[in-house]
């Protein structure tokens, strides 16, 4: 699999200029050594995404001014902060929060009731922050996950409610699997057999029309490169290229925004697609907040052109960061990460 991060970091450079103009920066003193200046976007993005967290511990969702915890939310910052190798400090805590019974069990299911994609996801969480997933919080997740393997090779919810099982649920149990030893073949051999004739995959499985879907393609790329399925992959990876937007995007439901195209952009950077993957990641750049922005929104990515909004920035910058760093779920990893959240260091205006 090729996997190109290209960080351009510029840390030392960016203290050296800083120290040399002594520029005042827009922190405090106090939350400066907690919140280092930087020039890189990456960094500064994950930065403003930590000091977004709930008690430096978790995200929530608000449905009719009622905040809930987010499970998912909360591992999609975990996957950033790793990506960024910054704000390892609120990535522990989240762990950690994740880890409670009362949260693991609200997430993966508990008694009768088993979701396959959250046990995937979190059994990834765990990999990527090096823990054992087989011994999270008390729990074996890849036990667990492999109770929920279907004879057709499909990772299925087992729930009252029903099977909400999908591509990102198939493809983060092929990683977390991999990962962990080795995908079973027939799970591996499940999602690339769900493949639409155009190349790319559908978001549920079983569809009258296969109707290819960029989130899904993005994660089923990853999926299959690192279960050496290459052909499939690049494949589906071609797809992606051809309903790029002129201006590097991704769209959902026909709107050009963060969220695909953080996830286009990370599938496309290992899957050896340097040039799309650059276009992507400057529709990104663009819609991160600079230095002309409120000091509390700057390094936040906007879910779209329209400007920062409170609501979608979270997720949207979440999802962006592993794209613009250019790295993929199967050799994510928080090894090495500095436990500050960083600002982006701008002169006073």
């Known amino acids: 699999m090729v996997n190109r991060p290209l960080r351009h970091r510029a840390r030392v450079l960016a203290t ?35 000091r977004q967290s709930v008690d430096g511990e978790r995200f929530e969702v608000v449905f009719d001014g009622v905040a809930y915890p987010d499970q998912g939310l909360t591992l999609d910052a975990v996957f950033a902060f790793a990506a960024a190798k910054v704000a390892d400090t609120t990535a522990a805590n989240a762990v950690s929060w994740l880890a409670q019974p009362a949260v693991l069990t609200g997430y993966i299911g508990d008694g009768t009731e088993a979701y396959a994609g959250a046990t995937a996801k979190l059994s990834l969480g765990a990999q990527v922050r090096g823990l054992d997933p087989a011994a999270f919080g008390g729990v074996d997740l890849l036990t667990r996950l492999g109770g929920l393997l279907t004879p057709s090779g499909r990772y299925s919810d087992r729930s009252a409610f029903g099977d909400y099982s999908n591509t990102f649920t198939q493809s983060f149990a092929v990683l977390a699997s991999d990962r962990a030893g080795g995908a079973p073949p027939a799970a591996v051999t499940f999602l690339a057999a769900s493949r639409c004739a155009d190349g790319g995959f559908p978001l549920l499985f079983g569809q009258a029309t296969c109707v ?19 052909l499939v992959a690049a494949s589906a990876a071609q797809w992606l290229v051809s309903v790029q937007g002129g201006d590097g995007s991704f769209s959902a439901n026909g709107v050009p925004n963060a969220n695909s195209t953080g996830l286009a952009a990370q599938a496309l950077a290992v899957a050896g697609r340097p040039l799309p993957w650059l276009r992507a990641r400057q529709f990104l750049i663009g819609l991160q907040v600079a230095c002309t922005g409120p000091s509390t929104e700057r390094g936040a990515i906007a879910y779209t052109s329209g400007g920062f909004d409170a609501t979608t920035a979270v997720r949207a910058t979440a999802q962006a960061v592993p794209g613009l760093a250019g790295t993929g779920y199967a050799t994510l990893s928080a090894s090495g990460a500095q436990p500050a959240a960083p600002v982006l260091a701008c002169a006073p205006w």
Request: avoid cysteine; hydrophobic fraction near 60%; charged fraction near 10%.
């Open 16 to 50: 050296a200029a800083l120290a040399a103009l002594t520029l005042a920066l827009t922190v405090t003193p106090s939350a400066a050594s907690a919140s280092p200046p930087t020039l890189n976007r990456v960094d500064a993005a994950a930065g403003w995404l930590a």
């Open 212 to 230: 290819s879907d960029v989130d899904a393609t993005a994660i089923a790329v990853q999926a299959l490169l690192a279960a050496d399925r290459p």
